[in-house]
């Protein structure tokens, strides 16, 4: 039950974000449209980030916590759905830098951009560990290697989390300083509540790593204090 609740609790944050951005988009920043020169090519920035992190990124982060799957098999998912949010970031990068150079705004000036550097970053460095050190698809580092590297990985997809939220929502803040809505009107209010739904998500995705305890398949075992399964080893 507490998985279950951890779940719903999750997809209720994620989603309502998504739903808020794109509220927003639609309601107030002028729809998305790729185009040169055209202001509303911006608007996929946000969008495409908060599916990168919030959704595609957030799902896998809480596979292993979640998902009643042999340990190989949430081991994949969660490297598929990283390196599925690393591509949807990079289009999203590629949305704002492309915006700004059209309309000669300057690049990577700000704290928001600074904090997006960072979070993209770590992002590709977990990929890029995660593939090299941990996949089977053909010889790969040894056992001692990935035993000492997890803690690292787990700690630095917990990190990864935390700046991905203070990231979006510096973003959040900076978008409102530009617009400047009138104070207390539904624009505004717009920006502040997309703002308190990527706190609830990161929180959400935090309570789960740190209190919901690893959800295993039918077969699972202990045996003297060692967790064993039929399904790999859960150091792979």
């Excluded at 990168?52 to 990124?57: E, G, H, K, S, T």
């Excluded at 919901?212 to 790999?232: H, L, S």
Aim: a neutral charge; aromatic letters at 14%.
């Amino acid at each position: 039950m507490k998985h279950l609740l951890s779940l719903v609790a999750f997809e209720i944050s994620a989603l309502l974000t998504l739903a808020l951005v794109i509220y927003w988009i639609e309601q107030y920043a002028g729809g998305m449209k790729w185009e040169y020169k055209n202001r509303s090519k911006f608007n996929y920035h946000p969008l495409l980030m908060i599916i990168a992190f919030v959704i595609v990124m957030g799902h896998a982060v809480i596979t292993f916590r979640i998902l009643p799957l042999a340990h190989r098999t949430k081991k994949y998912i969660h490297g598929t759905l990283n390196l599925v949010a690393a591509i949807v970031a990079t289009v999203g990068l590629v949305a704002v830098i492309q915006f700004h150079n059209e309309f000669n705004i300057p690049n990577f000036y700000s704290l928001h951009s600074w904090l997006g550097l960072v979070t993209l970053s770590m992002l590709y460095l977990q990929v890029l560990a995660g593939f090299g050190i941990f996949q089977d698809l053909f010889e790969g580092a040894g056992r001692e290697v990935r035993a000492a590297y997890k803690p690292w990985h787990v700690v630095a997809g917990i990190c990864m989390v935390t700046f991905a939220a203070c990231t979006m929502t510096t973003g959040v803040q900076e978008k409102y300083g530009f617009t400047n809505p009138e104070k207390f009107s539904a624009h505004a209010y717009a920006f502040n509540f997309l703002g308190l739904s990527i706190f609830l998500w990161v929180a959400t995705v935090i309570w789960i790593l740190i209190a919901v305890e690893k959800r295993e398949p039918e077969g699972y075992e202990a045996i003297t204090g060692q967790a064993v399964t039929r399904y790999g080893d859960e150091t792979n």
